[in-house]
């Protein structure tokens, strides 16, 4: 009977032991959004050969200033070039995270992007993003990171659905 009793113990302990770490799950928050991409549009390859990229403390209707880079066409950014009958498209100037750290369109900054050859400004503001959650095993080696998504901006005050194109 004892024995019985003790293989039934164990049968059960193993039981919980399985049931325990079959069910531990840990819960993160994803990583702020970090744009190292924009569209710009209407602009000649002479005028978007360098940019000034100008990041303020949001909501301070651009006096607070944190940080400017320049960024210059293949030392610290590159585009690729997309014509088509009705536009001439730059499409995605990528700033180069190893050689510009910390630059990068997030929802904690407001920015100005200035295109010195064509004398013109725009601002970015309101950048928002939905945090999203990733759930893993707490005992599994198959961890993968996640990033949020920015959901919405506004350029020079007009709303768009997620980083919009920058236009002349």
Not at 95 to 108: C, L
Not at 126 to 139: N, R
């Amino acid at each position: 009977m004892k024995k019985i009793l003790n293989t039934i113990s164990l049968i059960c302990g193993v039981m919980l032991i399985l049931l325990i770490f079959s069910s531990c799950k840990k819960t993160i928050n994803c990583a702020a959004a970090n744009e190292q991409f924009f569209k710009i549009q209407n602009f000649s390859e002479q005028e978007s050969t360098r940019i000034i990229f100008r990041k303020y403390v949001k909501n301070t209707n651009f006096t607070q200033r944190v940080d400017t880079i320049l960024l210059i066409k293949d030392v610290n950014a590159d585009y690729t070039v997309v014509r088509d009958l009705v536009t001439n498209t730059i499409d995605y100037i990528i700033i180069d995270p190893a050689r510009v750290a910390g630059f990068g369109i997030t929802s904690a900054f407001d920015y100005e992007l200035f295109f010195p050859v064509a004398n013109i400004s725009r601002r970015i503001t309101e950048v928002t993003e939905v945090q999203k959650q990733y759930q893993y095993d707490v005992f599994s080696l198959q961890r993968r990171s996640c990033v949020n998504e920015i959901s919405s901006a506004k350029l020079d005050g007009v709303l768009f659905s997620r980083i919009p194109v920058i236009t002349k």
